[in-house]
């Protein structure tokens, strides 16, 4: 019975953080994002990011059930990993845009990670890497550094 309310809230969770991840405020200082607003590289960044989130917001629209975490996980996956190979397309990052591509890239290694534990039959560990993935804001965080807001 615990692990079928863990699976629903990690449901819940994933849909508040993957269908709307431009509400959490990333903290990042002013000053770290005056520097790089200028820069085109910021600006396809957040072009392209705008495109994908409303795709996100388009594959993830109907909630999660416990038996659809792991198709949500997979498709999680495909949809960070295109909008990344897109994100790397653009060219002359920053130093602060190169490391929100790697941090991304971080990501998707990650729900990977939790994809190849559901793989195995190990459901623990799926949904204990799962939840950390969902719970990660660090790539937000990142491409707010660089500017990109729209982004992570």
Not at 22 to 51: E, F, R, Y
Request: glycine content about 6%.
């Amino acid at each position: 019975m615990r692990k079928l309310i863990l699976i629903g809230f990690i449901a819940a969770l994933a849909m508040s953080v993957v269908v709307l991840p431009g509400i959490a405020s990333a903290g990042v200082a002013p000053s770290a994002v005056a520097s790089t607003q200028g820069s085109s590289w910021t600006s396809d960044a957040n072009k392209v990011c705008v495109v994908w989130l409303a795709k996100a917001k388009k594959l993830f629209a109907t909630p999660v059930k416990p038996s659809g975490l792991y198709k949500f996980a997979v498709s999680a996956k495909n949809l960070e990993s295109q909008e990344l190979a897109v994100l790397a397309k653009i060219p002359s990052p920053p130093a602060a845009g190169a490391h929100a591509l790697s941090v991304m890239h971080a990501d998707i290694v990650e729900v990977s990670s939790a994809i190849s534990a559901a793989d195995r039959g190990d459901s623990a560990s799926f949904i204990r890497i799962l939840k950390l993935y969902l719970n990660d804001h660090r790539s937000k965080a990142a491409f707010a550094a660089a500017g990109a807001k729209q982004c992570g």
